[in-house]
């Protein structure tokens, strides 16, 4: 390559850099930490205290120094920890009077505060396999061996799914309803909204927002409600991966135009109405093909 035509490269190169400055790092992390942080207010304010601390937790990530967030979240988990015992502690009780529907809905309450508590699990596990023992039992004792109630094909498909999300096996649960031969019914559907949310809070926890979205958006669409906080989680989620796309790309700018290219597409595609990534993605095309014409010049 010629001293003239690296000349007009290094051009290029610093007309673009020098149109857009990409934001600085502290500006993103706090605008990042601000809506995590009033997501989670607001989640918490809802009852939706695993949520909450998913939330403050992906904070700490993004800010591991900052002791008001360390201290907020051991202040949430105390709670949590706390209503999870009393929670298990009434369903034990509940189970002991031979209330089996109300200490299953203590342990989904506690299943609820901390997705995967053992003790709720296997106590709801213990509770199926009694009751089912006792339809067994009385099957056998009434006349001709008929249950003493009809059950319909929706029926028993509701109660499978029932039995799987009170078993924690959220994929499994979703399996069996992509099988179902209909659109789910209105309980039906919202057991497969609260596994989507249920994995939407494990994909928090590992820190993992590709997929919490793609849970979240499926909850919506299976068993919307009216009000939804729904939306607002994804148009947050989708913001802050369009944050940290646009990072990516600009980042790579200086060492792989292909993969900068390809990381402020996805910064474009999660939000659409982005006018810094648009401009940024435009000027990396843009110096793709003038880097491609030199390219060319330089091999004939």
């Known amino acids: 390559m010629t001293i003239r035509r690296l000349a007009l490269c290094i051009c290029l190169l610093g007309a673009v850099y020098g149109c857009s400055p990409a934001p600085s790092q502290p500006q993103s992390v706090a605008a990042f930490k601000a809506r995590q942080l009033q997501a989670a207010e607001q989640a918490q304010q809802r009852g939706e205290l695993a949520a909450a601390l998913a939330l403050l937790r992906s904070v700490a990530t993004a800010a591991p120094q900052d002791a008001a967030i360390t201290a907020q979240i051991a202040s949430l988990e105390s709670i ?56 067994l039992s009385r099957k056998v004792e009434s006349p001709e061996g008929v249950t003493p109630y009809a059950q319909t094909e929706t029926d028993s498909a509701q109660e499978q799914l029932r039995r799987l999300y009170e078993a924690g096996d959220y994929h499994a649960l979703l399996e069996r309803s992509a099988a179902l031969p209909d659109s789910p019914d209105p309980e039906s559907a919202r057991l497969v909204r609260l596994a989507h949310l249920a994995l939407a809070e494990q994909a928090a926890t590992k820190n993992d927002p590709t997929g919490e979205l793609a849970q979240l958006k499926a909850a919506r669409a299976v068993y919307p409600l009216t009000p939804d906080p729904l939306p607002q989680r994804i148009a947050s989620l989708r913001k802050d991966l369009a944050d940290q796309w646009y990072r990516r790309g600009t980042s790579l700018m200086q060492t792989d135009l292909d993969q900068a290219i390809s990381a402020l597409q996805q910064s474009v595609d999660y939000d659409p109405q982005n006018s810094r990534a648009k401009m940024k993605l435009k000027q990396a095309q843009t110096l793709q093909r003038n880097l491609q014409k030199i390219q060319n010049n330089t091999a004939r």
């Open 80 to 135: 949590i920890a706390t209503q999870t015992d009393n929670a298990i502690r009434q369903g034990k009780a509940a189970y002991a009077r031979g209330n089996y529907r109300r200490g299953d809905h203590w342990m989904r309450k506690a299943l609820a505060l901390r997705p995967g508590e053992p003790r709720a699990l296997e106590a709801l596990r213990d509770s199926v396999s009694t009751q089912m023992r006792a339809s």
